[in-house]
């Protein structure tokens, strides 16, 4: 269930055809989206399993669910299927996203500023409940409700200055 953007019914469907084949190869399905870019639509499936994913992963779960997706036929008029990791800075969309995700450096886009004037927030997630998160930052600890930022995505640890 997404608490925030890049849902959609479209991306739902897709995600209940997607899931089972997850599972059985061992792969977490991170997420669905189905957004336009440009004048393109794409339909984008991360996946995701312990010690990473390579590209041959990526190959497998494509040729699995692309007989599924043709079949069910979720998607009216053409688009781009990219099956891929959701790499290290992931976006944080699902519940699920959010709880496995406390205690680890984010980096927060607020659709608008804080009172503060701060579009950008980074700190550590230590607490989701119904649809608010809260980060402790250098400037303190931030209470946000998800639906008023832009995106919230981990943060590259390898790249922490400290």
């Known amino acids: ?4 953007k890049g849902g959609g019914i479209i991306a739902s469907r897709v995600e209940a ?16 989206v189905y957004e336009k870019e440009g004048g393109a639509w794409f339909l984008r499936i991360l996946i995701d399993k312990e010690g990473g994913i390579g590209l041959e992963d990526c190959e497998s779960f494509t040729h699995a669910i692309n007989p599924l997706i043709d079949e069910a036929d979720p998607i009216e008029g053409n688009y781009y299927l990219e099956v891929s990791s959701p790499g290290i800075e992931r976006h944080l969309r699902k519940i699920s996203h959010f709880t496995a995700s406390i205690g680890k450096r984010v980096m927060v886009r607020m659709i608008r500023p804080l009172e503060d004037g701060r579009r950008e927030l980074e700190g550590v997630l230590t607490a989701f409940e119904q649809g608010t998160v809260t980060i402790s930052a250098d400037q303190g600890e931030e209470r946000l409700q998800i639906d008023q930022t832009a995106f919230i995505r981990l943060m590259d640890e390898s790249n922490n200055r400290g």
């Open 1 to 4: 269930m997404p608490v925030s």
């Open 17 to 32: 055809l997607c899931a089972p084949v997850a599972a059985e190869n061992h792969l977490s399905l991170w997420d669905v």
